[in-house]
């Protein structure tokens, strides 16, 4: 029984040690710069969307883990050659849709700058309805990238920029061109609690 209590108060104090140092809930939303990169697409950025919430967990003064949930958007643009090599009809623009899943690591350089850096897997929730009119499951379900950039802090909002960088090669189609996804994340967010 004192074991249980120990364990119980030992609880407590962390949790009540977490909150205190600015354990946060929020949510954030803004622009998805996005490409795939591969010969078979374009080489440019295409506008692009992400939104959902995020929670910042305090492991002492400078640093934190903040994991994510979101929504994001990646519209990218085929070559010229793009329909005639994998026989689609007259397929220009791609639309992927995700649920990301980000896990940074959190260092306060200061309490207005904060530079962050770790993994992001995202879950393909829809695709392009070209691709699937044309019978072909062209993408890969699942992409595991690597993320990095810097927040601005200031009182309850953030305002950040972040790269992310796909590892996963999400063709599904068997040919030797490798596609993968990198993003350009600029947003804002607020701490609702």
């Known amino acids: 029984m ?24 929020g949510i954030k939303g803004g622009a998805n710069l996005g490409k795939i990169t591969g ?4 080489d440019k950025f295409t506008l692009g969307y ?9 492991l002492g003064k400078k640093w934190a883990i903040q994991p994510e949930a979101m929504l994001s958007q990646v519209n ?4 010229s050659d793009f329909s005639q090599v994998y026989q689609f009809n007259h397929v220009d623009k791609i639309n ?10 959190n260092y306060n350089i200061n309490k207005f700058l904060t530079l962050q850096a770790g993994h992001q897997f995202g879950i393909m929730l829809d695709k392009n309805k070209d691709l699937l009119q044309n019978g ?23 305002v950040y920029g972040r790269f992310v960088g796909g590892l996963t090669d999400i063709s599904n189609i068997g040919s030797a061109d490798t596609w993968k996804t990198q993003s350009i994340q600029l947003g ?4 609702l609690f």
Do not use: E, M
């Open 2 to 25: 004192k074991t249980k209590l120990f364990s119980f108060a030992i609880l407590c104090f962390i949790s009540s040690s977490i909150f205190a140092q600015s354990f946060s809930v």
């Open 39 to 42: 010969q078979s697409f374009k």
């Open 50 to 58: 992400h939104a959902g919430a995020f929670a910042t967990i305090p």
């Open 76 to 79: 990218v643009d085929t070559a």
């Open 96 to 105: 992927l849709q995700y649920l990301s899943i980000p896990i940074l690591l």
């Open 136 to 158: 072909k499951d062209a993408f890969k379900t699942q992409n595991f990238a690597v993320a990095a950039g810097l927040q601005l802090n200031l009182l309850k909002f953030r």
């Open 188 to 191: 804002v967010g607020i701490a």
